[in-house]
């Protein structure tokens, strides 16, 4: 049997949108998660769907990259857990100017449907963020445990905006 090719594409509005934070960021990423739940109301487009300004996610004053936390260290966590995926794209459409596609993915889950992605910077881990939608319920736990295991390398919070 051959290996079993995992690639994930999304669109480059869910990039980044559920994020693990070190947990000493929880209070200012709680109020930036509420910022952006104002933003959304003052800005809903006419008729409620979609919105007249996107809003920027700001990023926490301790960021996982400030704490110089090895990548390697989370990614070891991570695959005890999850599968390796193979390759990550995002965007679509040809002159995207958010087109990406990563054959090397520091990535761990099943496909678009549920995943965990590290960024790095060199060595060491910069962000981590996730997604999951329409899975189902064994990986839903298998996303709880790779939670978990993130939690006992490095203390953190979730921010789902």
Same mark, same amino acid.
């Given at each position: 049997?051959?290996?079993?090719? +995992?690639?994930?594409?999304?669109?480059?509005?869910?990039?980044?949108?559920?994020? &693990?934070?070190? &947990?000493?960021?929880? $209070?200012?990423?709680?109020?930036?998660? %509420?910022?952006?739940?104002?933003?959304?109301?003052? !800005?809903?487009?006419?008729?409620?769907?979609?919105?007249?300004?996107?809003?920027?996610?700001?990023?926490?004053?301790?960021?996982?990259?400030? &704490?110089?936390?090895? $990548?390697?260290? +989370? @990614?070891? @966590?991570?695959?005890?857990?999850?599968?390796? +995926?193979?390759?990550?794209?995002?965007?679509?459409?040809?002159?995207?100017?958010?087109?990406?596609?990563? &054959?090397?993915?520091?990535?761990?889950?099943?496909?678009?449907?549920?995943? +965990?992605?590290? %960024?790095?910077?060199?060595?060491?881990?910069? !962000?981590? =963020?996730?997604?999951?939608? =329409? @899975?189902?319920?064994?990986?839903?736990?298998?996303?709880?445990?790779?939670? %978990?295991?993130?939690?006992?390398?490095?203390?953190?919070?979730?921010?789902?905006?």
């Amino acid at each position: 049997m051959g290996k079993r090719m +995992v690639r994930i594409r999304i669109h480059e509005d869910d990039e980044g949108v559920r994020n &693990l934070y070190p &947990l000493a960021a929880l $209070a200012e990423a709680e109020a930036d998660v %509420e910022s952006a739940r104002r933003h959304g109301e003052e !800005h809903r487009a006419p008729g409620g769907a979609g919105w007249r300004k996107a809003y920027a996610i700001e990023e926490p004053a301790v960021t996982y990259r400030s &704490l110089n936390l090895k $990548a390697a260290d +989370v @990614a070891a @966590a991570l695959a005890g857990v999850l599968p390796r +995926v193979d390759e990550f794209e995002v965007g679509f459409g040809a002159g995207n100017p958010f087109h990406r596609l990563d &054959l090397d993915p520091q990535c761990y889950g099943f496909g678009p449907e549920l995943y +965990v992605k590290l %960024e790095t910077d060199g060595e060491y881990l910069a !962000h981590i =963020w996730f997604d999951v939608r =329409w @899975a189902e319920p064994e990986k839903i736990a298998a996303l709880r445990r790779a939670l %978990e295991a993130v939690e006992r390398v490095v203390p953190s919070a979730v921010a789902d905006y």
